[in-house]
């Protein structure tokens, strides 16, 4: 009876460790290649894979040698392996992230995430496929009964897989992170088949072996330390605070001259600065900061989707005209960003209705309208959240604008030639009659501005802190109708938003 239940108790936590692993992988490459659903295809497609040829191995090896201490030895060996992901994983990225070379060949997201899936999980994974085949053999003792028995342990294990998706996820990632969870799955496995193979009088060899697994285990958590959980840094800044949450990793940093940031993921990608003693950054808020001169109204109702550290609304009350009163709305989905930002950007001297919630969903809740609704949200600061980008939300933009109101969105691309920009453009032009860009010098952002009606853009007052931004803005607009030809009209239903950003981006 024993044996029994610690047989269902140990598919039932490599269930769980199956798909803990699958939930931690996709997280761990988000700061590397985005949380795209190419990324996802590969994290899940690469998974299967492995169960695929665990099943298949694991009922084979079970026919030859059907005993438990070899069910028990796979097990531990499996976390062995898993312990081993934090270690090789900044290692094995320098060679595959999107941007480097990889021999004479580019290596884009879908084939480098492929690739860093395979390398650091495949193993692992066809280790833990093996297991529930390979108890199903070793608990069948009558023919008559062995559907039952099969029957039960796919149960015990698949209820396993579902707590290791909810658990990573509400618990292990945001609580602990993701590589120290790694390590931690990769040790509760070893000790569980150090257990099995303890309770059922294995040779001394097996034991010594697995009791070597765990020791090595350990000793990489120690010597991987703070060098394998990427705190460590070749850039001249100071790290003031990093947080791993539900929706990203980000870093709050200081650089030499005072300048503060936060950073999303490895590639150190900004999302918002901050300066005690400067409002202007040199970057794409700046010139958001004009938006407030090109409205007629003189009490002015503002809602940023993507608030962040507050740059942009900071800009805004700073630069804002003498004979105008501002009410911003800011949305923000991370609160953890937010109680940084008010920690160290000063978020909390900003006179803001700070929402916590997804942009899409606030816009279709609220019953306020806006003289200028500005989207400036990124999903891992690469991708534009696909329902931001799409005829029905610009409708629902749309309905929230005031008379005169105005939309802004923030878009990275190369160039004006991309299908990203054009489908972009086409897209808006299909809700808004009047549509204008510019490009912030030296950088990739398009600022995309929408209207109902016309707007004057370039005969507008703005203040003397501002006549150098405004120039710049005056030179570089454009009216984007010769561009709306061959694109894509982006959709809910139908958005290929991914890989355009891959195409339009590297």
Same mark, same amino acid.
């Given at each position: ?121 495949? %193993? ?93 285990? %350990? ?43 936060? @950073? ?53 009350? %700073? ?27 000063? @978020? ?159």
């Amino acid at each position: 009876m024993i044996y029994t239940r610690f047989l269902y108790g140990f598919v039932f936590i490599t269930g769980a460790s199956v798909t803990a692993l699958e939930m931690i992988a996709s997280r761990l490459f988000a700061p590397y290649f985005g949380a795209s659903i190419f990324v996802w295809a590969n994290v899940i497609g690469v998974v299967l894979i492995g169960l695929a040829v665990g099943y298949w191995w694991g009922g084979k090896l079970a026919d030859k040698h059907p005993f438990p201490k070899v069910l028990f030895f796979i097990t531990a060996a499996s976390g062995f392996l898993t312990t081993f992901i934090p270690f090789f994983l900044d290692i094995f990225l320098k060679f595959v992230s999107p941007g480097e070379t990889f021999g004479q060949f580019f290596v884009s997201i879908i084939i480098s995430s492929f690739f860093a899936t395979s390398f650091l999980f495949l %193993a692992p994974i066809i280790l833990l496929g093996m297991v529930s085949p390979f108890a199903a053999r070793v608990m069948v003792k009558d023919i008559k009964a062995a559907g039952e028995t099969i029957g039960s342990l796919y149960a015990f294990s698949t209820i396993g897989s579902v707590l290791g998706i909810f658990g990573s996820s509400f618990y292990l990632i945001p609580y602990i992170g993701s590589r120290t969870s790694i390590l931690a799955i990769g040790i509760i496995l070893i000790v569980i088949g150090m257990t099995g193979i303890f309770l059922f009088k294995s040779s001394k060899k097996n034991i010594y072996t697995v009791f070597c697994m765990l020791i090595a285990a %350990a000793l990489i958590a120690v010597l991987t330390g703070e060098k394998a959980f990427g705190s460590s840094s070749p850039f001249s800044f100071k790290i003031l605070e990093k947080k791993e949450t539900w929706y990203q990793y980000f870093r709050v940093i200081e650089e030499s001259d005072g300048m503060r940031k936060i @950073l999303t993921n490895a590639n150190h990608i900004q999302q918002s600065s901050y300066h005690p003693d400067k409002i202007l950054t040199g970057g794409y808020a700046d010139y958001l900061a004009l938006m407030p001169f090109f409205l007629n109204n003189n009490d002015l109702n503002i809602a940023i989707i993507g608030l962040s550290g507050g740059t942009v609304s900071r800009e805004i009350f %700073a630069f804002k005209p003498d004979s105008k009163i501002i009410n911003i709305d800011g949305v923000e989905i991370d609160p953890e960003v937010v109680k940084s930002a008010k920690k160290y950007f000063a @978020l909390d001297e900003q006179p803001l209705n700070i929402h916590i919630e997804d942009g899409r969903t606030f816009l279709a809740n609220t019953k306020n309208k806006y003289n200028a609704i500005f989207a400036d949200a990124y999903q891992e600061q690469l991708y534009i959240p696909f329902y931001l980008l799409t005829v029905e939300f610009f409708q629902t933009a749309k309905d929230h604008l005031m008379p005169g109101g105005i939309f802004v969105m923030n878009l990275n691309s190369a160039s004006r030639e991309t299908l990203l920009y054009k489908s972009s453009i086409a897209t808006l032009f299909d809700v808004f009659p009047n549509v204008y860009s510019f490009r912030v010098p030296d950088t990739y952002n398009f600022l995309i501005i929408a209207a109902i009606n016309e707007l004057d853009l370039v005969n507008s007052e703005a203040p003397k802190s501002l006549e150098t931004v405004y120039a710049r803005f005056s030179q570089d607009l454009k009216t984007e109708i010769d561009y709306v030809e061959n694109a894509s009209i982006l959709r809910d239903n139908r958005s290929s938003i991914e890989l355009m950003t891959e195409k339009a981006v590297f």
